[in-house]
Structures are given as C-alpha cells and as structure tokens.
C-alpha cells in the first residue's frame, strides 16, 4: 500500500483520516504542491491528471478522493464508516459528490484568490504537460479569476454551509446518528472556510469542533492549512 | 412506498428507472415533463427544492442524487445485485459513474440542449424568458437556461464537449474491447449509467458510433438494447424516447424492435 499525498491539500486529508480511523499505514509519498511537484513528468506518470491524492493497493491505483475512501471501506469494513443503513450510506454518497461538485472547485478558487495566488515562472512550462482539461483551469488560474467567478464561488460555498447545516438538523453527524465517510469527506475543505473568512453557521461549527477533537484527525491536524493551489474543475454545463 | 418523479427515461432521469426495471421492484412513476419547465413549477419544487430530475422518495425518504440513489436501490431492495463484490471492481464502477455525472453526460447535454432547446427560445419575449429564469432555484442551473435562452453558450465551450465526447467514447470502445461489462464481469450500474446517456449513439452520432469504428460499444450496446427490463424501461416514456429506442433495435438488428411501434 501506498499513498500518493500533500500537505495543504484537503482531499488526502480526508483519505488520512480514514487511514487513521481503521488503523492502516501504508507507505506514504509526500507532494510538494507549492514547488508544483504534482506537475512534474515523473509524477504525470502516476496521475496524468496531476493531483493527488492516489492510492496504490495491490499494484493498482485507485484514485478520487471520495471514492478512495469507500473503497477503503469496502475492503477494511472494520470500523464500518460507509454508514449503518441505506439511508445514511445515501446521505454519504451524495455529501461525497457534493464535495466534488460544489465545494473543493470554489473553495480552490475562493482560496486562490484569498491568499493572491501566483504560479511562478518555473512552473509556467510545466503546465503545457497537463490534461486540456487542468491546463486550462491553471492558465485561468494564473490570469487570475474574473469578479464574476469570485462571486459565484463565494455564493456557492454560502450555499453549501446552508445545506450542512440543515443536513446536522438532524444531528450530530452529517448523515445521521454516526460518523460517516460523508462527514470525513466534507470536514477538511469545510474546515478552511473560517481562515478565509467566510463565516460558517453556528450548527457547522459546532460539528467542525467534534470532527477536529477525533484522534484520527488530531493525527493530521498540520495537513490541514488552506494553500493556493487548483482543486477539481468547476462544472461547465448546471 | 416508492415514488419516482421523473421525466422521460433517459439521462439522470433514466437511471433510477433502468435499475428499478433490472431488480424488477414495483413503484409508481410520476411523469414530470421538462419540456413544459414542469421540474420549476410549484409542486415538482415541494418535492425536490432544487428542481432537478429525478427525485425518488421512497417511504418518506427523498433522494434527488441519481447516482447515489442507484446505490440505494440496489441496498434496499431484493432482485439481482448491480454491484460487483470485488472491491477494487466496485471503486471502478464508481469512478467510471462518476466521470459519467461529473464530464461526459454534462457535455452531452451542453451540445444536446443548444441543438434542441436553444432555437425554440429564438424570437421569444425577453422578460417573459427571464420570469422562467427567476424560477430556476440553483444558481448553476439557471445560468446555463440563460445561455440556451439567449443563445450565449461559447463556441469554445461546444468544441470542448465534442472533444470530451469523442474522448469519451474512444474510452468506452476501448474498456468493452478489455471486458465484457463497462466494470467488469457482470452488468452492474455502470452499465446503466452510460447506457442512460449512449443509448442513442448509433442513431444521434451514426458518424462516431458504428461497426467499424466502436465495435466493441457497438456490441455493448447490442446486448444492453436486447435486455428486456432496459426496453422496458425506455417503453415507459411518453415522448419521443420509446419511439426513438425502438427505431435504434431496428437499427442494431436487435429483439423487440417492433415493440414499441
Ligand atoms: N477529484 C479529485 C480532486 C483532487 C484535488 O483537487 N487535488 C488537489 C489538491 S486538494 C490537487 O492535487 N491540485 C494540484 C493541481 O491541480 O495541480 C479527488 O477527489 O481526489
Ligand atoms: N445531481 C443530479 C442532477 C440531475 C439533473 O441535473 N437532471 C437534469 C435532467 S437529466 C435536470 O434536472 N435538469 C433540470 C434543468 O436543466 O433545469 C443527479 O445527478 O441526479
């Protein structure tokens, strides 16, 4: 077993975590995403896409941060994490898409430009390795992001914040009366909106506070810094 | 009780109906017909607040992710597993739904949508078109009905989704050339996550998806359309689907052709 991983980045925060609560250590590669160690050829190799978190398990890659933690689940149920029946296995499913879909894209972009993100000259040549796709999200990243992408992603991050607060109505946890891969999954991006200044709800939190005080967590709690660095894609199309 | 609010069986509006059809588990369809904006009305918005197909409620319990509620379906109910066991299969089923939901069904829908919805708006009173966008709840969705509306989506945009479309399809011929089923051994909901969106392919992109070019999804897609509970699936549609997927049997030489004629 081996983890492909860095510091400041929240999705291999979230499989550490599960990697911790199931007492598993594999071996680990530590990224440096500030020196863009991410893009070099060497590591294209392991993930064309160029990020991290990837797994390696039995000569196999499994990558997708979310769905690295259920197949951490599926294969070391013990303790269970994916969720005690269909519902709140649903309930963790759906906060794990959410987290790809309408959190870690605008919080990348919301961070990028709270902390005056730059790519520096070195890096520039690297891009041109990438994926069209994460090419042209750096190049945009470097020209900087419009007033009008800012606001959208500070808009969505306020909705995501209404969303889990409504969805800890119910509880303490995020999909129900346990601790779930949902809660492990939004925790370390949800956990950085406070440094950014965005204010989070009461009820968040409350249930960042019992997140953070679980060894598991305490374990990584120096990965967890928000850093200027691309997350996934924003959606192109609704 | 299991209530599935939905729209004609394709896309994220298909893929609860396909999977209830393969576990043959009863439930009552509600048809919401998009093309009369029905999902941004009133009483689809009591059911799903964010006015997006499908929605599925069953005993009191509201989903409206398809790709997760296919998991549920598959939990909650008896009839054949449409997951694979083997964990690694099961990350692959996964990852391959999910770079269904996440790039290649949403640049279908970018190209399909400014096809067909786009010109109808042509001509159409604009504040009247912008009191139909007033009532779109997510921020998102409403932003691209505005570029349908106003026919305002890039032409770099469109290019990039037939890239992503061409990619895509080069992807899948290549996997079904490697194994029988999009995860792996058996049919599992993979399977239906991208028939739900390629289905149509051999009519819709005849110049892609063809013999010589995809053998390997043309032959996935023989033996999905020969699937009973997916034909009946596709018959439930009141539009132009049922009528569409029988033309595509024909079409492919496949059983049941004629059964919705
Ligand atoms: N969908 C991926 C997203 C991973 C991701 O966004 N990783 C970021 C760090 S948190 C990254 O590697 N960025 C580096 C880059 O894009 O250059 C997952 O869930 O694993
Ligand atoms: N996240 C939802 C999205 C569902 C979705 O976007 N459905 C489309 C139809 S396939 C829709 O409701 N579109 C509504 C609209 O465009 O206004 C899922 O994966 O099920």
Redesign the pocket.
């Known amino acids: 077993m081996l983890l492909h991983y ?1 510091p400041g ?4 925060a979230a499989v550490r975590i599960v990697l911790g609560e199931k007492g598993l250590e594999p071996e680990l590669h530590k990224l440096d ?1 500030v020196g ?1 160690e ?2 070099s050829p060497a590591y294209l190799a392991i993930n064309p896409h ?4 990837v797994f390696e398990d039995d000569g196999r890659k499994v ?4 769905l ?1 933690l259920e197949y951490l689940d599926d294969k070391w149920p013990d303790p269970p994490l994916a969720g005690t029946d269909p519902r709140q296995r649903y309930r963790a499913r759906k906060w794990g898409k959410y987290v ?1 879909t309408h959190i ?1 894209p605008h919080l ?1 972009i919301a961070r990028w430009a709270a902390l005056h993100g730059k790519v520096p000259e070195t890096a520039v040549a690297g891009l041109s390795n990438l994926l069209p796709a ?1 090419c042209e ?2 190049l945009s990243a470097r020209h900087g992001f419009g007033h009008e992408q800012l606001t959208a992603s500070t808009q969505a991050i306020f909705a995501a914040c209404k969303r889990l607060a409504a969805d800890l109505a119910d509880g303490e946890w995020l999909c129900g009366d346990s601790f779930t891969l949902g809660d492990i999954a939004v925790y370390p991006h949800a956990a950085q909106f406070g440094a950014l200044g965005l204010p989070v709800p009461r009820a968040v939190d409350e249930w960042l506070a019992r997140v953070a005080a679980r060894p598991s967590v305490q374990a990584i709690r120096g990965d967890l810094f928000p850093l200027a ?4 894609e924003p959606g192109r199309w609704g | 009780m299991l209530d599935v609010y939905t729209w004609e069986p394709n896309a994220n509006s298909g893929k609860p109906l396909f999977c209830l059809h393969e576990k043959a588990v009863p439930f009552t369809y509600h048809y919401i017909d998009m093309g009369a904006h029905e999902h941004h009305g009133a009483e689809f918005l009591a059911i799903n607040p964010d006015g997006t197909i499908p929605a599925i409620v069953h005993d009191g319990f509201t989903m409206t992710e398809s790709t997760p509620a296919m998991e549920y379906i598959d939990e909650a109910f008896d009839g054949p597993s449409l997951r694979p066991a083997e964990p690694y299969h099961r990350w692959r089923m996964r990852m391959l739904l999910r770079y269904m939901d996440n790039v290649v069904a949403p640049a279908l829908a970018m190209i399909a949508s400014n096809r067909l919805a786009a010109p109808r708006f042509i001509g159409q009173d604009a504040d009247e078109l912008r009191a139909m966008l007033e009532r779109i709840p997510l921020p998102e969705r409403r932003a691209t009905w505005e570029k349908l509306m106003f026919q305002a989506t890039a032409p770099a945009d469109l290019a990039e989704s037939e890239r992503r479309v061409g990619d895509a399809i080069r992807r899948f011929d290549g996997i079904l050339g490697r194994r029988e089923w999009i995860a792996g051994d058996s049919f599992s909901l993979a399977d239906i996550g991208v028939f739900a969106t390629f289905y149509s392919l051999p009519t819709a992109r005849e110049e892609q998806v063809n013999d010589a070019a995809t053998p390997h999804l043309m032959r996935w897609l023989r033996t999905c359309h020969a699937r009973p509970a997916l034909q009946a699936a596709l018959r439930m549609g009141k539009g132009f689907i049922a009528q569409r997927a029988a033309e595509i049997r024909e079409k492919l030489g496949v059983a049941g052709a004629a059964a919705a004629a």
Do not use: C, K, N, T
């Open positions: 860095a980045s929240p999705h291999s995403l863009y991410q893009h160029g990020m991290v978190p990558f997708e941060s979310s690295i790809e870690a990348a994460r999200l750096w660095v691309m997350g996934p």
